[in-house]
């Protein structure tokens, strides 16, 4: 079974330019996540999507970031414009939601680690 | 409320000993307690995981042990090796929130030779 997919896997861009990253779940997986994850820090929730529809953005800078998931399948998430503080690794999850025994399990990709300079 | 602690930050392990990591919640709705592990320059992959009708689960020589009163629970790595050396992260979920994770601040093992 393919893993989650993501490009590119690293990018270095000057603050207040923009960048887009791409992930592609583990098909047949509905659920989509990105994560942030801060040098030092545990990976934090950004978005997250069920089938192509939000499930929760609460802790996404919506005046710099958007995601979008078209066709329920490949996502995008982008930043505009960059900031210092931006700088971090961008994960994608896949899920395919809660199993019979009540655990959930989110396989998570490479990550893009992003530098703002 | 939705904060998971997680402790030590760093721990050293000579091989053959065992690795303790500690983690403790706040909120008692959380019904799922998965453990992750990364390598540098990979993603987080699951580990182990416990629901909190279970007191210990164990999965060969990696154990989780749930204290439902104290709202704490730990990851026991027996026999530690060399190869386990990488970042630990316990995290809790929410099923009414879709399996959203909050993460811990992670633990950094390193198991020497």
């Known amino acids: 079974e393919a893993g989650v997919a993501q490009s590119p896997r690293y990018k270095i861009i000057e603050k207040r330019q923009s960048v887009a990253f791409w992930c592609n779940p583990i098909?047949?997986?509905?659920?989509l996540y990105w994560y942030q994850q801060i040098l030092g820090q545990g990976p934090k929730l950004l978005i997250q999507?069920?089938?192509?529809?939000?499930?929760?953005d609460s802790q996404l800078p919506k005046d710099r970031f958007s995601a979008e998931r078209l066709k329920g399948v490949d996502s995008t998430l982008k930043i505009q414009p960059a900031k210092l503080e931006d700088s971090a690794v961008y994960l994608c999850?896949?899920?395919?939601?809660?199993?019979?025994?009540?655990?959930?399990?989110?396989?998570f990709g490479p990550g893009t680690r992003l530098t703002v300079t | 409320q939705q904060q998971v602690k997680q402790s030590p930050q760093s721990l050293i392990v000579q091989k053959g000993g065992i690795s303790i990591i500690n983690c403790a919640y706040e909120?008692?709705?959380?019904?799922?307690f998965p453990w992750y592990q990364q390598f540098p320059g990979k993603g987080p992959a699951l580990l182990i995981a416990?629901?909190?009708?279970?007191s210990e689960k164990k999965e060969g020589r990696f154990t989780i042990s749930f204290n439902k009163s104290a709202k704490q629970f730990s990851l026991h790595i027996m026999d530690s090796q060399p190869g386990d050396s990488a970042t630990y992260f316990c995290?809790?979920?929410?099923?009414?929130?879709?399996?959203?994770?909050?993460f811990g601040q992670g633990t950094e093992l390193s198991v020497k030779p």
């Open positions: 999850a896949s899920s395919l939601g809660r199993t019979s025994d009540g655990s959930y399990e989110q396989y």
């Open positions: 098909s047949g997986h509905a659920t």
């Open positions: 999507f069920q089938n192509n529809g939000v499930v929760d």
């Open positions: 909120n008692t709705a959380f019904d799922y």
């Open positions: 416990i629901r909190p009708d279970v």
């Open positions: 995290a809790a979920t929410l099923y009414n929130q879709g399996g959203k994770l909050i």
